[in-house]
């Protein structure tokens, strides 16, 4: 599970399911941070259902709807970045870096050929500037 990208629909369902009450009342929240990757907020909503609060659930309903929400592709820059790294690099970020540079200069040129406007040019180049902040 760990290098493998990880599904909006997947993420979705453990949570809702991690709402719901098992054993006595008592729910498994955090299901949904444990597989995106999220140990601490898995233990910290964990924490919130021994207390018996209802914030645990209710904020993992909230983020139910918040990943099926969410744009696909702003869901793979938060949560599959891992899983995009090519196997034999030094480091994420550096190829992140190549990456955004030849998509930036792919979508250069299709500015230059004329097939995109100047404000799409610019609105994808924050796109992509923004992936390796």
């Not at 369902?13 to 140990?39: E, N, T, W």
């Not at 018996?52 to 592709?73: C, E």
Request: hydrophobic share 45%; net charge neutral.
């Amino acid at each position: 599970m760990l290098g493998k990208s990880k599904s909006r629909r997947v993420a979705a369902l453990l949570a809702i399911v991690g709402a719901v009450p098992v054993f006595g009342g008592f729910h498994l929240v955090g299901l949904h941070k444990l597989y995106l990757g999220q140990r601490w907020w898995c233990l910290i909503y964990l924490a919130l259902a021994l207390t018996g609060s209802k914030i645990a659930w209710i904020a993992a309903l909230f983020d139910a709807v918040f990943y099926l929400i969410q744009n696909p592709d702003e869901f793979d820059v938060n949560f599959n970045d891992e899983a995009i790294a090519v196997p034999g690099t030094i480091g994420t970020q550096s190829n992140a870096v190549v990456n955004v540079s030849e998509s930036l200069r792919e979508l250069d040129q299709l500015r230059q050929d004329g097939l995109i406007s100047e404000y799409e040019f610019e609105q994808k180049r924050r796109k992509l500037l923004d992936r390796i902040k």
